[in-house]
């Protein structure tokens, strides 16, 4: 570094407890379980980056030169996510896609942690072989069940608004930290050299239009009518309206959602006839996603409702997803409506 050369580089640790300065009635606890979500993303982030290696060293449900099975990496993320929010005390209770029941933490600190956390540890991981970029989604609220009590499933069943912090990691072509606390939506891009999550995205705000249209079209057949229409509506030329419309479709959520967020789009997930309550998760895939939309000026709906209003009914409940721009769910509530109307 030349003499009087400085450097901005904000950290995701730095910046945490930046904000928590900010914040003085806010507590420690919150600020502790973030940094360990960071750990185990750069963990987990390590292990995807050697998965092409996995035929040398192993195939999953293989046995390893050290005699232990070689785990799926959905379940390598799931132990390592699991582990830091252990880690932090701060969290009594974990909901994970990988994980029939919730997961009670009553050893030591945690007992008394005044959070519940939810995730899908790894989403979107059958691009994994193909090298396409993967995603963990988490979510944290506070319990309802009193510390130091057991903490039952009435912690879980909350709706989304109620959530304190959400955030995703993308493991990509850089591997990205986006998290939200309900002030500003901002994004951290893990530098290999020093092994810091940077900030690099600093309050993220979505475009209110956009002109990419993200959905699995091999669906089309069993799509509700309104968005077959919509779906045709992309597609028409209108130049003022820049139609046709993109469509972009990686088959991973977060990294979909990932870009959509920052250059404008739709994300839509709707029900199906196979799926007919649609096919992503309520708890740890849509409402994480719906605050951070939500907090960067976005929408979020199941097609009539706001996600984040929804109350839950169960752990690993599923729901139609519609996220993105605002104009761009207004337009495609538009045609649902259209499409129901007598
Ligand atoms: P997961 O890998 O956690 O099971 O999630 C996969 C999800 C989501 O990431 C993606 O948007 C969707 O499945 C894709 O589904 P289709 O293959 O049906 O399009
Ligand atoms: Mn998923
Ligand atoms: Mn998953």
């Known amino acids: 570094m030349k003499a009087g050369a400085s450097y901005q580089i904000v950290t995701l640790n730095e910046f945490i407890i930046n904000r928590q300065a900010e ?7 919150l600020s502790r379980l973030l940094h360990h979500i960071g750990i185990a993303a750069k963990i987990v982030n390590k292990k995807i980056n050697k998965a092409g290696l996995v035929d040398i060293l192993g195939a999953a449900g293989a046995v390893n030169v050290q005699g232990e099975d070689v785990k799926k990496l959905d379940v390598f993320a799931n132990d390592h996510f699991i582990a830091a929010v252990k880690a932090s005390g701060e969290v009594c209770a974990i909901a994970s896609e990988e994980n029939q029941e ?3 933490l009553d050893d030591g600190l945690s007992r008394d942690g005044h959070y519940i956390f939810c995730m899908d540890p790894l989403d979107g991981s059958s691009n994994i072989e193909v090298n396409v970029s993967v995603g963990t989604i988490f979510s ?3 319990r309802v069940t009193p510390g130091g009590e057991r903490p039952d499933l009435s912690d879980f069943l909350q ?3 109620r959530q304190v912090a959400a955030g ?9 930290l986006v998290y939200t606390t309900g002030n500003g939506v901002d994004g951290f891009t893990l530098d290999p050299g020093i092994g810091e999550f940077c900030l690099s995205h600093p309050d993220i705000q979505t475009p209110e239009n956009g002109r990419i249209y993200s959905i699995n079209e091999g669906n089309y057949v069993h ?14 030329i209108d130049p003022q309206s820049s139609r046709p419309y993109t469509s972009r479709y990686i088959g ?12 404008g789009g739709i994300f839509i997930y709707p029900e199906t006839q196979a799926s007919p309550e649609g096919k992503l998760r309520l708890l740890y895939e ?20 706001r996600t984040l209003e929804q109350v839950p009914e169960s752990l690993h409940q599923r729901v139609p997803f519609y996220v993105g721009s605002s104009a761009m769910v207004d337009k495609v509530h538009e045609f649902l409506r259209l499409s129901e109307a007598p």
């Open 140 to 142: 944290i609220y506070r």
């Open 102 to 104: 919730i997961l009670i």
């Open 23 to 29: 914040h003085p009635e806010a507590r420690g606890d």
């Open 286 to 305: 849509c409402n994480p996603i719906a605050y951070i939309a939500e907090h960067a000026g976005g929408r979020a709906t199941n097609g009539s409702q």
């Open 252 to 263: 991973s959520l977060v990294s979909d959602f990932h870009r959509n967020l920052l250059h």
């Open 159 to 161: 709706p989304g608004l």
């Open 223 to 236: 799509f509700p009518p309104g968005v077959k229409r919509y779906i045709k509506y992309c597609q028409e």
């Open 168 to 176: 995703y990691v993308i493991y990509g072509s850089s591997t990205m």
